[in-house]
Structures are given as structure tokens and as C-alpha cells.
């Protein structure tokens, strides 16, 4: 059964900094991993998709990689902003039968 | 285009009501999803269907029922509501033939049973 954990479960950090946010996930035959974020009483907005043949994805501040054979995605935000504030969430879609699993987030404060 | 379309946004039930969420995607996706988020907690998957006529349960199935008759439509069922399934319920969608599959979500039905 696979099982997705994100470490930590909040972080707070000042503006400017650069932070890491953690995923990892227990069976490594996935098709692909994506990062979502999530603000307060809203929908899911996709930030990056990786298939599992790739190492990294990158948009604007955000950096997505992941390392199957361990398991493992980290999320890199670069010189953090207050609008960068939020949910982010991780899900991974396994191979054997297409369902996509979810941890349960890192909750994001940027103290302005 | 309109994307994942869920109606309604807000709803509230009283115990041992019946109700049904839909869910509508205009990208002809073959892969429909429904998942509930707690307070707090990432999503868990309910059902989920990979084509019109074929569904399979997720990680929390029981109080819910699905149906698939169309390649658009992915309505999720609560026959017997009960205050365990006050939570926001969310529908995604994703193709089989694109390369990357990537996951496209509605913006939720908040659900509260009293």
C-alpha cells in the first residue's frame, strides 16, 4: 500500500529565505509526482508535475525534485514571499492501478 | 474551458439525509477521482473510475456509492449521511494517453451534516 509523508507538517520561515519542503513516499513504482498548493478554504492549483523518469522540474522560485529509488521529492522555494504562504501538498500516482495518493501537507507562513 | 466543475459549493444535511455531488470535466479525461479533505489532513481517496461503466473503491469508500455513465460525468452518492462525512469534497480528473497525466482539480463541494 503506498503511503506519502510530508516533513514538516508547518514551517514557519522570515521573507526572503530559501526553504525545503519534504515528501516521501513508500513503494517506488509511481508514474509521476506532482506539488499542489492549497490556500485557506480553496481548491488545489498544480505548481509541478515530475514523471518518474525525470530528476527535477523547475517554474519560477519553485524547484521540484525526486529521487524514486529512495523514494523521495523535495520542493525548493526560492527567496520566499508572504504570497507564498499556504498548504503544499504532495501526491504521487502509483503504477499498479492509477490511483493518486496525497500526504497531508505542510502548512507555509512567511513572516513579512 | 471550463475544467472540473463541481455543484454544489456548499451544502448542509441533516443526518440520515441523502444527497449526491456532481462532478463534470469538458477535457474528455478518461481518469475521474473523488476524494474528502478534513481539517488539517491531506485528501483520502473515496472512488475513483478509469472509464465510463468501471469504478473502483479508494482508500475510504464506506457511506459512498459512484457511478459512471458517461466519460464527462462522475456523480459521488451519500445515501445515509452522517456528521463522519462533514468535510470538503473534492473531484479531479487526468487523461491515460497524455504523457505526463498530470491531475486537474475542481474547486470542492463543502459539506456539512447536522
Known amino acids: 500500500k503506498q503511503e506519502v509523508t510530508q516533513i514538516p507538517a508547518a514551517l514557519s520561515v522570515p521573507e526572503g529565505e530559501n526553504l525545503v519542503l519534504n515528501c516521501s513516499f513508500t513503494?517506488?513504482?509511481?508514474?509521476?509526482l506532482q506539488w499542489f498548493r492549497q490556500d485557506p478554504g480553496k481548491g488545489l492549483t498544480s505548481l509541478l508535475l515530475i514523471q518518474s523518469s525525470q530528476r527535477e522540474q523547475t517554474s519560477g522560485r519553485l524547484n521540484a525534485s525526486l529521487d524514486k529509488s529512495s523514494g523521495r521529492s523535495t520542493l525548493y522555494i526560492a527567496a520566499s514571499q508572504p504570497g507564498d504562504s499556504a498548504t503544499y501538498l504532495c501526491?504521487?500516482?502509483?503504477?499498479?492501478?492509477?490511483?493518486?495518493?496525497f500526504g497531508k501537507g505542510t502548512r507555509l507562513h512567511i513572516l513579512p | 474551458n471550463a475544467g472540473v466543475t463541481q455543484t454544489p459549493k456548499f451544502r448542509i444535511l441533516k443526518i440520515g439525509q441523502s444527497m449526491t455531488l456532481q462532478c463534470t470535466q469538458d477535457?474528455?479525461?478518461?481518469?475521474m477521482y473523488w476524494y474528502r479533505q478534513d481539517p488539517g489532513m491531506g485528501l483520502k481517496l473515496i472512488y475513483y473510475s478509469v472509464g465510463a461503466g468501471i469504478t473502483d473503491k479508494g482508500e475510504v469508500p464506506n457511506g459512498y456509492n459512484v457511478s459512471r455513465s458517461t466519460t464527462e460525468d462522475f456523480p459521488l452518492r451519500l445515501e445515509l449521511a452522517a456528521p463522519s462525512q462533514t468535510s470538503v469534497y473534492f473531484c479531479?480528473?487526468?487523461?491515460?494517453?497524455?504523457?505526463?497525466?498530470?491531475?486537474?482539480f475542481g474547486q470542492g463541494t463543502r459539506l456539512t451534516v447536522v
Open positions: 479531479a480528473s487526468t487523461r491515460t494517453d497524455q504523457p505526463f497525466k498530470e491531475a486537474f
Open positions: 477535457m474528455n479525461h478518461n481518469y
Open positions: 513503494d517506488s513504482a509511481i508514474y509521476n
Open positions: 501526491a504521487v500516482r502509483v503504477n499498479r492501478d492509477d490511483k493518486i495518493i
